[in-house]
């Protein structure tokens, strides 16, 4: 999946803006569940983030052109870890581990099989 | 209500990023219905935003103090006219209207009493 | 252009947050430049939004695939007014004029060519 | 400083979008500077981020009121380590370590005396 830096991306440091990178990756993520026809709307629970470590490589600029990346490590029935990263010209300038639980009413469920399954396919042991 | 400009507002040209105007217009009102204890989320129906007439006057910068003001200037059963301005040093940098309908089950709907109430409130004869 | 609406994009009324239509059309006007491989960032001025008239036909939900289209319809040598709207499968769902203007050291100045040429070539009469 | 959520900070899952809380964190920072009457903009560098690890607890609603807290734990001359968390009635639900870099020209460089100021009146052992 490519990103392009828009205006609203940058900040008045002339860089884009440091939460941004952490929602290309959610584009990301989403974009697996709509290419697979999943509707998340539909599902009673949700993916909730638990946690996220990011590491900031080199700054990007209006207009630079992204490319993102990942795969799960870590796929249990209620949560996983996904790793992420971007990319530019093929050099990493971000990367990130986020941890999702399957929450319903508030409380981790096991998820969907639509769901695991997805996450299966995108498996990849660290 | 005041609003201090962030990072996460301005771009790359240094200034503000132009709809961000027109969010703090949004908290403005927001703010409206949380100061006076109305529970937005408990109504079946919602303000659903119809036009917005913007003028930039000036641009504002990072560490900025804006101040919003506003009135209602037409008021109906169903819909508003909201007039929206930012100054900064007593200097009017922006400005707009907003027509706003409330919908329910994607029908335009009689608004809530205390909605109603709290709009004549700041209703405002131009 | 075809945008995906993400989480990002929605709040939580379940839609697209108002202001991100807006967003959306500033990325369709970005990206003539970059595919015209113009770097706004090389100039010494840039394009200021002065006035944006916006109508709200039918909101965006998650998952959404919405097209871009627009053009210019006033060309003058220090301004342009662009047309702006969102479709949904062949449906308008969003309009909006926005007037810029070309500021050098905060003063309205002559556009570049290739910016006019870029806008003569977007250029359709009304 | 506290923090209101408006429907811009919302998502369709009817919670605070994630990144967001990271933002409130960047404005606490910022909040810091301003309130000293640093001016960021007239530094030839900048505070540039490196890592952040991010614990979510619970979420966040429309019209929450939250509570930013925070210190520095590790103060050098180029960088420091914040911690910094979100509180909503006295309970944490945000956490957050971020490391940022004093940045010139790319580099890292020592950061300007009032800066670093500012970080030792808020720097804690942990």
Request: positive net charge; aromatic residues 14%; proline residues 2%.
């Amino acid at each position: 999946m490519n990103i392009r830096i828009y205006y609203e991306d940058t900040d008045a440091l002339g860089i884009v803006y440091h939460t941004n990178y952490i929602k290309y990756c959610d584009r990301a993520r989403s974009e697996l569940f709509f290419e697979s026809d999943i509707d998340m709307k539909s599902e009673k629970g949700a993916l909730v983030i638990r946690s996220i470590n990011a590491n900031y490589m080199q700054p990007a600029y209006l207009g630079d052109m992204l490319k993102l990346g990942g795969y799960i490590s870590i796929l249990k029935k209620t949560s996983v870890l996904a790793k992420q990263f971007i990319t530019r010209n093929g050099i990493k300038i971000f990367e990130m581990d986020i941890r999702l639980v399957y929450v319903e009413n508030g409380k981790p469920a096991i998820m969907p099989d639509k769901y695991y399954n997805l996450f299966l396919k995108n498996f990849k042991k660290d």
